[in-house]
């Protein structure tokens, strides 16, 4: 299993930035994705989910309406959309897959919100 992010970056306040996680090596398609974030000398917290079948989607509340989750199964990629972006946002952010009940984590990409 391999996850490798991008799309992170530096933005002002209020502005918007899309994450990729290209996924290979398992069915990508029969399987729950999520995104995690770790900011300095915090816990890594989830941020968002998606299912395989049905596509439902779950986040935390202190995204919730300002970040969508999305999956493109002919793509085995899945994306995070952060609009309205906070300080409070920078962080490092993760994909996982849970797969076969073991956890896979790309490396990570840097997101950092500053004006």
């Known amino acids: 299993v391999q996850l490798v992010e991008s799309g992170g970056g530096l933005v002002q306040p209020g502005g918007s930035l899309r994450l990729s996680c290209a996924a290979s090596?398992?069915?990508?398609?029969?399987?729950?994705m999520s995104w995690y974030r770790q900011a300095p000398g915090k816990e890594r917290e989830l941020v968002a989910g998606?299912?395989?079948?049905?596509?439902?989607?779950f986040y935390a509340s202190s995204v919730k309406g300002r970040f969508t989750i999305s999956r493109d199964n002919a793509k085995n990629t899945v994306y995070l959309q952060m609009n309205s972006l906070k300080p409070e946002d920078t962080a490092v952010y993760y994909c996982?897959?849970?797969?076969?009940?073991?956890?896979?984590w790309g490396q990570g990409t840097q997101v950092t919100v500053s004006s």
């Open positions: 998606i299912g395989s079948a049905d596509g439902s989607t």
């Open positions: 996982n897959a849970n797969v076969i009940l073991l956890d896979y």
């Open positions: 090596g398992f069915t990508f398609s029969r399987y729950a």
